[in-house]
């Protein structure tokens, strides 16, 4: 079965709307969840880590007042693309880390479509 | 140098043959090795760990080489579904670095 869920699968929206993306780990606690992009035809592109309890670490060129990351329960994190527009058009796929065997299970991902 | 690369492919291939993929890394202190198989359109999903003294799992077999700096997929008896990009990911103190990929095309 699904190791981790993610909701919604499928946005579309205008530009200037935030988008909130819920990723859930649903076979175990986890204190390091990943968020990931993917532009078509490229692979994929670590945008933040996200820890339990504290503030999640962006990788360069990642704004961090723009794609906001809560990561409050060891089961749930959340990433809000806020005012989006058309260049945040993208795949967006979510990992939770199993520490024990440092694997990552992904989320099914959700496509984001800004008009 | 990319940390990690990969042959981007295609690779096409007939139904039952034999494929490999390598894929190189820069950082000797890379820590764990995996391999991903992503479906178009779809999340990667985990296709094995790779251990030093390389692993099976039915039709794939995985290798290290840490002294050359890369690891081998091996697809035996190829099947159409196996059709998908192969990404090579590294990590390095919990910091996952994926390749490219590359793309397998199994012809009937």
């Known amino acids: 079965g699904a190791v981790v869920s993610q909701h919604p699968s499928w946005v579309i929206c205008k530009s200037g709307t935030s988008v909130k993306i819920e990723c859930r780990s649903l076979?175990?606690?986890?204190?390091?969840m990943f968020w990931y992009r993917q532009f078509p035809k490229q692979s994929l592109m670590l945008m933040a880590t996200s820890n339990e309890g504290s503030k999640a670490t962006y990788e360069q060129g990642v704004e961090k007042d723009k794609f906001l990351i809560n990561h409050a329960s060891l089961t749930l994190s959340t990433l809000t693309v806020t005012s989006a527009h058309p260049e945040d058009s993208s795949f967006y796929i979510c990992?939770?880390?199993?520490?024990?065997?440092?694997?990552?299970?992904f989320g099914p991902g959700t496509r984001l479509l800004v008009l | 140098r990319k940390e990690v690369e990969q042959d981007p492919g295609p690779f096409n291939v007939p139904e039952g043959a034999t494929v490999a993929f390598n894929c190189t890394y820069s950082?000797?202190?890379?820590?764990?090795f995996f391999w991903y198989r992503q479906d178009c359109r779809k999340e990667p999903k985990l296709l094995m760990s790779?251990?030093?003294s390389g692993n099976e799992d039915g039709r794939f077999t995985a290798q290290l080489n840490r002294a050359s700096q890369y690891i081998s997929l091996l697809i035996r008896d190829s099947k159409l579904s196996d059709s998908a990009t192969y990404l090579c990911?590294?990590?390095?103190?919990?910091?996952?670095?994926f390749g490219t990929g590359t793309r397998l095309k199994v012809l009937a």
């Open positions: 950082n000797s202190a890379s820590q764990s």
């Open positions: 076979d175990f606690q986890a204190t390091t």
């Open positions: 990911v590294v990590e390095i103190t919990y910091k996952y670095i």
């Open positions: 990992s939770v880390l199993r520490d024990r065997s440092k694997t990552q299970y």
């Open positions: 790779v251990y030093s």
